[in-house]
């Protein structure tokens, strides 16, 4: 059987489905004698996590490249730095990914010893149990820094038994539990050729992308039985304040709330507001808190991206004695979104700065794989790179004020210091 027929999308961008399911997506470069290529499993990563195994897919993300059958860690290694290539594992709370980056001519080499990693890591007991050791010292590591521990208790709030209440890293007791039965059987269930999206940029054509990955991936089968469908608890706004006393020479303020995820209608107005109120020296809660009024050490606003609800977030770290006066600061700023429309070269200011850094953000054959993956394993489709500036560009004030109306009226308050 042949791969499906290739769909035509941005200029020498295609993508297509292969016969064992891996969707494959190729982004011609021929300018540079580079190769990137990004390897997403969509249900992989926090949200595919069972609560005690939470971090379990980050745990196998610094093991996976620690040896196979054939290949030991030091190996593996060595292929890796011979070729002066990169490749690597990481994991997120909406999927897991593998990076490689190479010259043209070592792309098929660097291919295969990725696919033997892929198809049949070892996890040898001696590394888990360092990997272990290191991710231990991390969780500790951060709960004596004050924004880990307000944007912890944050989540922790906001979320209850989600998935994205809890760190990518997960918890001691769980790490500590993880056996390597426990990552065997991780990797046998997510990592299977119909879950994995494969986006590569750079100088190679549709047909050596297509010849490659079915030379050294396409007689990979999936298991028999289906990925599980998880269903997620749900989500309600119940704001409150928690207060954690901690020796510090600066308080650290959140205002979280809880939103929407990336398919919806509101997602694009919140990347807006997050760009005008945080969003660098320029921006609305800087000028404000920081330039005017000289509350704030750090001062900024974040709203990831997630395929199930995000949490929209504000933040300013102040001197101790400022507490009271910049936490009423940072909630008149946010909510001042909702009683004022942004003038319309407000609003103009903010969106060329959000596409203007979004078009930034496209420079590498790396961020462009990354990207186009991205997309693909949020469900959006690479097409979704044209569409996101059309939206931004067609956003009104009056859509602004709705959407701020509609979100950032109730926060959960978490302060640190």
């Not at 890591?121 to 149990?129: L, M, V, W, Y």
């Not at 994205?164 to 769980?174: A, D, K, P, V």
């Not at 990955?213 to 928690?242: A, D």
Request: charged share 20%; hydrophobic share 35%.
């Amino acid at each position: 059987m042949e791969p499906s027929s290739p769909v035509s999308l941005p200029k020498f961008t295609h993508r297509l489905q292969l016969d064992n399911g891996i969707i494959l997506i190729v982004r011609e470069n021929p300018t540079t004698d580079l190769i990137s290529g990004r390897f997403f499993w969509k249900q992989a990563g926090t949200l595919w996590e069972k609560p005690e195994r939470a971090g379990i897919f980050h745990l196998l993300a610094t093991l996976i490249t620690k040896g196979t059958p054939t290949l030991s860690s030091l190996d593996i290694a060595e292929a890796i730095e011979s070729m002066g290539a990169s490749l690597g594992g990481d994991t997120a709370s909406d999927y897991f990914m593998m990076g490689v980056k190479t010259v043209s001519e070592d792309f098929e080499s660097i291919l295969n010893l990725l696919g033997e990693i892929l198809r049949s890591p070892t996890f040898p007991e001696e590394e888990i149990a360092l990997e272990k050791q290191l991710i231990c010292q991390t969780i500790r590591s951060q709960q004596e820094q004050p924004f880990n521990v307000a944007f912890k208790q944050l989540r922790e709030k906001m979320y209850g038994e989600h998935p994205y209440g809890r760190s990518i890293l997960g918890i001691e007791e769980t790490v500590c539990q993880v056996s390597r039965e426990d990552l065997q059987q991780c990797h046998y269930n997510h990592f299977r050729p119909d879950n994995l999206i494969i986006s590569l940029s750079g100088n190679i054509t549709l047909d050596q992308g297509v010849n490659l990955i079915e030379k050294t991936l396409g007689t990979w089968e999936s298991p028999s039985q289906n990925l599980t469908l998880t269903s997620f608890p749900m989500l309600t706004v119940s704001p409150c304040e928690i207060i954690t006393p901690q020796s510090s020479q600066q308080t650290i303020i959140m205002l979280g709330y809880l939103t929407v995820g990336v398919d919806h209608i509101d997602y694009p107005v919140l990347k807006l507001l997050s760009t005008y109120l945080g969003n660098g020296l320029s921006s609305r809660l800087f000028v404000e808190l920081r330039e005017k009024k000289g509350l704030a050490y750090d001062v900024s606003a974040f709203f990831p991206t997630r395929l199930q609800p995000s949490h929209f977030v504000t933040y300013i770290g102040t001197a101790p004695h400022n507490t009271n006066i910049a936490l009423e600061g940072l909630q008149q700023e946010t909510e001042r979104l909702c009683e004022v429309e942004l003038t319309p070269e407000e609003l103009q200011t903010a969106k060329n700065k959000l596409l203007g850094q979004y078009a930034l953000g496209k420079q590498t054959n790396a961020e462009i794989a990354h990207l186009y993956g991205w997309y693909e394993t949020l469900e959006l489709g690479i097409e979704f790179d044209k569409k996101f500036p059309e939206i931004i560009n067609n956003v009104t004030t009056e859509r602004v004020q709705k959407v701020a109306k509609d979100y950032l009226l109730s926060p959960y308050v978490s302060i640190v210091g």
